[in-house]
């Protein structure tokens, strides 16, 4: 037997599985969102009261450290970055839920 047919297999049974747990993975965060109140002063495509989550992935694009500055902006919240309004502090906030959140609008805030 041809070890291509089942690498094949193997690589595609991995590919859905990737799939599904970015999809979980996004759920999570966007209800994590939901619950923190994140959703009431910022949306994925458009500015609210504060930027939209594509803004927030564009600016940090290709930075070094990214990550671990969002989930540090989303504890402790500021202003300035992105005007003058205050983003409240979530000091409530594990660390890999605040790495959940980040990863998730350096994405893009995907629903998927």
Do not use: T
């Not at 109140?37 to 694009?61: F, T």
């Amino acid at each position: 037997m041809s070890m291509k047919p089942i690498l094949l297999c193997l690589a595609a049974a991995g590919a859905f599985l990737s799939a599904n747990a970015h999809a979980q993975d996004a759920a999570a965060a966007k209800a994590l969102a939901s619950k923190n109140a994140c959703l009431a002063c910022h949306a994925v495509d458009k500015k609210m009261v504060g930027p939209s989550y594509k803004d927030v992935a564009a600016k940090h694009k290709g930075q070094a450290g990214a990550l671990e500055a969002v989930a540090a902006r989303i504890k402790s919240g500021g202003s300035g970055l992105y005007g003058p309004v205050p983003m409240p502090p979530q000091p409530n906030l594990k660390d890999d839920e605040l790495k959940l959140l980040a990863g998730w609008i350096l994405a893009g805030a995907p629903d998927q």
